[in-house]
């Protein structure tokens, strides 16, 4: 299947500090990614899709201005979570598309990044 | 909307004992039906997948056949082993909706040797 990575895979900052976390789709191109929360042990909870050269369209109840995306190639979309606080702290998930053709759409998984907030 | 529920976990069961975690879905097209499974401290991986009614996915022993009489995925494995504890999350995608993947709350799998 597709590759896709997340970096870093976790990482630990000060109450204030804004955070990048990069997602690559490695062996293929995803025009559109996907950008999830999951906290623990519960389900994914889509925040926005990212559309490369365009803005992101981010789902109801999320802040845009505070979770920043760009997707500046068809192989990188970044997730900036600005003025981070202790409540931003969980496991952040991206995925890429990959377009299958007639039948159907794949999204493929990144490993997802630990943020913790002190 | 479109919808996934998902049995409750935790699910425990013993080494070689027979699993189904139920899933059921509303939709207002044809969707395509997705089993991932997530290991602690991972992302999710598929499992395995179904695209049209009546079709069969199957991957290292899980099998789900997508019902559309029943509007249901459920997965099956004939043997567990202690290796298969995770969660998993049963998921559709609506080709209309570009790609989005609605995803079920999850169930917890532990198996015990």
């Known amino acids: 299947g597709a590759v896709v990575s997340q970096h870093p895979s976790w990482v630990i900052c000060k109450s204030g500090t804004s955070v990048k976390i990069e997602c690559r789709s490695l062996d293929f191109q995803a025009t559109t990614m996907f950008w999830y929360r999951q906290f623990p042990k519960q389900s994914l909870m889509l925040m926005a899709t990212?559309?490369?050269?365009?803005?992101?369209?981010?789902e109801q109840g999320v802040e845009k201005d505070k979770f920043l995306i760009n997707h500046a190639s068809l192989t990188l979309s970044t997730l900036t979570v600005t003025s981070a606080h202790p409540e931003d702290s969980s496991f952040y998930i991206c995925s890429g598309l990959f377009l299958g053709g007639s039948s159907y759409n794949e999204q493929f998984f990144g490993p997802g990044t630990r943020l913790t907030v002190l | 909307g479109d919808s996934v529920t998902q049995m409750e976990g935790p699910v425990t069961l013993s080494e070689e004992a027979f699993l189904t975690i139920n899933c059921t879905y509303t939709?207002?097209?044809?969707?395509?039906l997705f089993w991932y499974v997530q290991y602690p401290g991972e992302g999710l991986q598929l499992l395995l997948k179904a695209t049209k009614a009546d079709d069969k996915g199957s991957n290292k022993g899980f099998e789900a056949t997508y019902r559309k009489e029943t509007t249901s995925f459920h997965l099956e494995k004939g043997s567990v082993q202690v290796s298969d504890s995770a969660v998993y999350f049963c998921?559709?995608?609506?080709?209309?909706?570009?790609?989005?993947?609605?995803f079920g709350q999850g169930t917890e799998l532990s198996v015990k040797p």
């Open positions: 939709a207002t097209g044809y969707p395509s």
């Open positions: 990212s559309n490369e050269g365009s803005k992101a369209t981010y």
């Open positions: 998921a559709l995608s609506d080709r209309n909706q570009g790609g989005k993947l609605i």
